[in-house]
């Protein structure tokens, strides 16, 4: 990005084009993609797609620690072959618990980032589209250290992105 702003600046001073003649603009990507409407709609996508096994892990853990205290409450009084076969019945379900606590972990992070994929696709249509419409020279996103707040048009890119 910097090496991008370093070649336009100076282009811009080797063909003799001066700021005034420029129009530059700043958006904040992070800001934007906490406030469109389409983000929240992601988040509950995911949340309704992702809610099932949600419950499934809940309910393996509840029982996993029904079966712990179970043994701990009544390992005295179990023949010791009792007491071995819920021991590794523990441990089976606690493997089968880690592997799809690991496995719906991979999944929502895979299905997270298509949907982050997609909205950021359309954060950059919007600002495209703001660009041309407003003639932009020049949109920043990240990597600003500084802008004045007159060339932030974050706000207006929520406002298109909210017309979506």
Do not use: P, V
């Given at each position: 990005m910097k090496t991008k702003l370093a070649l336009f600046l100076a282009l811009m001073f080797t063909l003799n084009i001066s700021y005034a003649e420029l129009k530059i603009g700043f958006v904040n990507v992070a800001k934007v993609l906490q406030k469109v409407p389409q983000a929240e709609q992601a988040k509950k996508r995911l949340e309704q797609e992702f809610s099932p096994r949600d419950k499934q892990l809940a309910a393996q853990i509840k029982e996993i620690k029904t079966l712990?205290?179970?043994l701990a409450k009544d390992a005295s009084v179990m023949s010791a072959t009792k007491k071995?076969?819920?021991e590794k019945d523990i441990i089976?379900?606690?493997r089968e618990a880690k592997r799809a606590q690991q496995e719906f972990?991979?999944?929502?992070g895979l299905r997270r980032n298509?949907?982050?994929g997609k909205l950021q696709k359309r954060i950059i249509e919007a600002i495209k589209a703001i660009a041309k419409e407003d003639n932009y020279?020049?949109?920043l996103t990240d990597g600003v250290i500084h802008a004045k707040p007159e060339l932030d048009i974050t706000a207006r890119v929520q406002e298109k992105l909210s017309k979506f």
């Open positions: 712990e205290a179970k071995r076969a819920l089976s379900k606690r972990g991979e999944d929502f298509e949907e982050l020279d020049l949109l």
